[in-house]
């Protein structure tokens, strides 16, 4: 079955640094990849998704990920934090070889605290 | 354009009464699904529908029931309602078609005491 870890409950940066969000899946065939935002009290906002073609995705808001294949792993980077984008991020992989109603996974979230 | 939305927002329930948590969305999507997010849990699927007339279980199907009459709409039936449904509720949609994202609604927050 697949699966998605995002191995750090809380990540904390200063605004200005530069800031990744881990994950790391396991699926059996080939992954789609896909990065979702949630605001407080808000839905969730998808940011960016990887299908195929070019690891380095780049998304909305500034953010960007990278799709690395050996170690399953699928970050989401910032080059310059804002406070604003203090939120819960999520991970999420979908197996295409898979059902439809068995093929979406998503992470147990990561909450992103940026420091004036 | 509304995308997706649900009501009500907020919901409180005594154990044992039944309700129906609304979805609709208006982007024409085929595929709809509904999640409940727990503390630390991520989202869990619990109903899905693949077209109208056309529904399945997720990961955690029990105690809820889904129909799907029309594209538009994809309402959530609690059946007589537990604690342990206490939780958010978020409705999705999404594009038939490989590697789509989908579209999720503000969600609603139920407590069942």
């Known amino acids: 079955a697949q699966s998605v870890a995002q191995p750090e409950d809380q990540v904390n940066v200063a605004e200005g640094n530069p800031l990744t969000v881990k994950c790391t899946y396991s699926v059996s065939g080939n992954p789609y990849l896909f990065w979702y935002v949630q605001y407080p009290n808000r839905g969730l906002q998808f940011l960016l998704k990887?299908?195929?073609?070019?690891?380095l995705v780049k998304g909305s808001y500034g953010f960007e990920a990278e799709f690395n294949k050996s170690q399953t792993s699928f970050h989401l980077k910032k080059p310059s934090a804002l406070v604003s984008d203090s939120a819960l991020y999520f991970c999420?992989?979908?197996?295409?070889?898979?059902?439809?109603?068995?093929?979406?996974?998503f992470g147990p979230g990561t909450r992103l605290s940026v420091l004036p | 354009n509304a995308g997706v939305t649900q009501t009500p927002k907020f919901q409180v329930l005594k154990t044992g009464q039944s309700m129906t948590l609304q979805c609709a969305q208006d982007m024409n999507h085929e595929y709809m699904s509904w999640y409940r997010q727990d503390p630390g849990m991520g989202l869990r699927l619990i109903h899905y529908s693949v077209g109208a007339g056309i529904t399945d279980q997720g990961e955690v199907p029990n105690g809820y029931n889904v129909s799907r009459s029309t594209t538009e709409d994809f309402p959530l039936r609690l059946l007589s309602a537990a604690p342990s449904q206490t939780s958010v509720y978020f409705c999705a949609s999404e594009a038939g078609g490989r590697g789509n994202e989908q579209f999720f609604g503000p969600g609603t927050r139920l407590t069942v005491l």
């Open positions: 999420a992989v979908r197996d295409m070889m898979r059902g439809y109603g068995q093929n979406f996974v």
């Open positions: 990887y299908i195929t073609g070019d690891n």
